[in-house]
């Protein structure tokens, strides 16, 4: 299945909408239908910045484009929808509104971050623990991993860097070096978005 990204009746004046907006809100009460119909259009609008024409091959993880090849992942998360594309290789992004609740990470979690997230206190807790959720699921993305294999792997190398920003101003946007994979890690907490690029 495909599904056509560049209609014949999209034209210069729906671009506006795709004007400098990276993320789009949904109203509240949409459900997952229009989260996923909310990131294909985004996805449009992204195409359409770049005057490519292509379809959305949606037959396999990751996605890809039909034509060019370019690798497309997409995130939803309450009201808020999000794409990311990339030329040469998968990539992953995720939209993490809400906090992720302790017995969750308890659960998933693999043993060494539980370590040391059990150490920082309960706020810094719920925002690393946020963001790890954020990271485990781009890579799960990234390598079509299932739930329970994504969530279990070990990113306690990653806690020291994710907690730095929790003192300052955490709504500036921060890149880090995963030094136990060839990704950069995008944190962009002012829209709650990670990328893994």
């Known amino acids: 299945m495909s599904a056509q990204i560049i209609p014949d009746h999209y034209d210069r004046q729906d671009s506006h909408e795709c004007n400098n907006h990276q993320l789009h809100k949904l109203p509240f009460n949409h459900e997952r239908q229009q989260q996923r119909k909310g990131v294909r259009d985004l996805l449009q609008c992204l195409l359409y910045k770049l005057n490519i024409r292509d379809d959305l091959d949606e037959t396999q993880f990751p996605y890809r484009l039909t034509i060019h090849r370019y690798y497309v992942c997409f995130s939803h998360s309450v009201n808020k929808v999000a794409v990311v594309m990339s030329t040469h290789r998968p990539v992953g992004i995720d939209i993490e509104i809400q906090s992720v609740k302790w017995p969750i990470v308890q659960r998933y979690y693999h043993v060494d ?15 690393v623990s946020r963001l790890l959720w954020q990271i485990k699921e781009c890579f799960i993305k990234v390598h079509d991993y299932t739930l329970g294999q994504g969530m279990g792997v070990n990113y306690a190398h990653l806690i020291d860097e994710l907690s730095i920003n929790i003192d300052g101003n955490n709504s500036k946007p921060m890149a ?17 978005i990670v990328i893994t690029l």
């Open 113 to 127: 971050e539980l370590a040391i997230l059990t150490q920082l206190d309960s706020i810094e807790r719920d925002y």
């Open 176 to 192: 880090i070096k995963d030094m136990q994979s060839t990704y950069q890690i995008m944190l962009l907490p002012e829209q709650q």
